[in-house]
């Protein structure tokens, strides 16, 4: 009886707190699934029939119009449900963010449906992790919970969200540990994975149990054949890093439209998808659609260039608006793409049978995203889930690695910590008032800033580490920079500030190297 007393119920607890955002979440998300799907298919509809009744075309530019014009007016009342959300729940996870949850819920909720269910190439499943982190903060609010614990029901309902979106538990737990909490706490595992079954429960008593891209293949792929994978894998990175590139400077690019504020840029994305969905109304949405018609009929080279083309393109310019809408799944589409495209050449070089491109498709998925979103585990485990299929773990593996490393060679960040960065600078220059300045401090040998990655630096507040001066060239730095004897740092501070933030970070880096930052 006494041993029964001393039992610790915590874990408990923290499960079925979990089980219970998970139940929430798995309402809300699904929900906010089906109605982007029945919008896509009523959308695509319209399109055919406007090919009988082509003079009906003219309603459409009023139409997207009245739909910028709404998504404008929610996103000035909250500025933190443009894009995924994916980066706004990692700044608040991290305590650079605070934010409304129910002014995210409704607002995200409604803005993403009216954003994507026209056909955009934006995917639901970052809006559908800010809707289960709502959910998760909504619940620790009401419950009255402290900040840690508030952190873990968050996180548990950013799982949750992932897992409604995709049916996919085991990706949507590891995607939170590994790229959004950084943390393999037990109670963070555990909680997030009871919410992401429970979510995935409610997902699949809506959708039912058919995988979301259930493509069928004829057989695993031959060993002897296992060095084309690294050569997929090392395209796969170099596309991932150019997809890189090319989204983090769309802000840029927006930027030059000084006539349209930022809140109603979706305008542009939404008439140009017009022509698009009148000409090739298949291709719209995220991707899944796109992706599944690729394992009933595989085209042929040029066709699938010109997919791949219109995808990209379109994907960056609907993304890059602004619009509550994600890039995971047509991150995936652009994989799946490129995976069908290498798969055909070797078919051509008769490098390999032509059964095997469907592998390909499956392979390149998982290796496009892990390259991008540096996460190659949830990759790994996202693919299987959403497939369906156990039997290309060694291949999805070797795949994803190899284009990790390419996309980690050269430079390139986790997209969604770059994005973060980027929402961190614009709201820490908001915070900066008057002029600002710049303090350059170098890094001597032996210094505790050495062989230390930025994310692992307590930087003082109100500063911001805007590049690495390395020899002759000058960085821009991410979390995983790692800091070298010989650079400089360039701090961007206030001016009032900046002696303050010299000394603190002289502080820095003249703490013994035992201790930590």
Request: hydrophobic letters at 50%; proline letters at 5%; one cysteine or more.
């Amino acid at each position: 009886m006494q041993r029964l007393k001393q039992l610790d119920n915590t874990r408990l607890k923290f499960i079925l707190k979990g089980l219970l955002i998970g139940l929430l979440s798995g309402v809300v998300v699904s929900t906010f699934r089906w109605l982007i799907e029945l919008g896509l298919q009523q959308t695509i509809q319209l399109y055919q029939w406007l090919h009988t009744e082509p003079g009906w075309l003219v309603i459409l530019p009023l139409v997207s119009v009245l739909l910028a014009l709404i998504i404008g007016l929610l996103v000035k009342g909250e500025p933190n449900i443009m894009g995924s959300g994916i980066p706004q729940v990692e700044g608040q996870l991290a305590g650079d963010l605070t934010i409304s949850w129910w002014s995210i819920l409704w607002r995200k909720f409604i803005a993403g449906v009216l954003g994507i269910g026209p056909g955009l190439f934006l995917g639901r499943e970052g809006p559908s992790i800010q809707l289960g982190a709502a959910v998760g903060q909504g619940v620790a609010t009401q419950l009255g919970r402290s900040d840690s614990e508030k952190r873990i029901l968050l996180a548990s309902g950013a799982a949750a969200g992932l897992s409604a979106a995709f049916n996919a538990p085991i990706a949507g737990t590891l995607f939170v540990l590994e790229e959004i909490y950084h943390n393999f706490s037990p109670l963070v595992w555990m909680t997030s994975l009871a919410s992401a079954i429970a979510a995935d429960f409610v997902s699949l008593n809506f959708f039912g149990l058919t995988p979301v891209l259930h493509i069928h293949y004829v057989q695993s792929f031959p060993l002897a054949l296992y060095w084309q994978l690294i050569i997929l894998g090392i395209v796969l990175g170099l596309c991932g890093y150019l997809y890189q590139r090319v989204l983090l400077a769309l802000p840029k690019w927006y930027g030059r439209l000084k006539w349209l504020p930022r809140a109603f840029q979706g305008l542009i994305p939404l008439l140009l998808v017009i022509p698009i969905g009148y000409f090739w109304p298949n291709t719209l949405g995220g991707g899944n659609l796109v992706i599944l018609g690729l394992a009933l009929k595989l085209p042929s080279f040029w066709p699938l260039l010109g997919l791949f083309l219109l995808r990209f393109i379109f994907s960056m310019i609907s993304y890059g608006s602004g619009l509550p809408g994600g890039i995971f799944l047509p991150i995936l589409t652009l994989g799946a793409l490129l995976g069908a495209l290498l798969g055909t050449l070797f078919v051509q070089w008769h490098w390999m049978p032509a059964m095997y491109v469907m592998n390909f498709v499956i392979f390149a998925m998982a290796g496009y995203f892990a390259g991008i979103g540096k996460a190659p585990f949830t990759a790994i485990l996202l693919i299987t889930e959403m497939v369906g299929d156990l039997r290309h773990l060694m291949p999805l593996a070797l795949v994803s690695l190899v284009a990790y490393l390419v996309v980690d060679v050269l430079g390139g960040a986790p997209i969604y910590e770059s994005l973060l960065s980027r929402l961190n600078f614009g709201n820490t220059l908001a915070r900066m008032s008057g002029k600002n300045d710049r303090v350059e401090m170098p890094v001597f040998a032996g210094s505790p800033l050495e062989d230390k990655q930025v994310r692992d630096v307590k930087w003082p507040q109100e500063s911001l580490l805007i590049a690495v001066r390395r020899q002759e060239r000058e960085l821009i730095p991410h979390g995983d920079t790692l800091l070298r004897a010989g650079d400089t740092l360039i701090v961007l501070t206030a001016h009032e500030q900046r002696g303050a933030v010299r000394r603190k970070l002289m502080q820095v880096a003249a703490k013994r190297k035992n201790l930590q930052t």
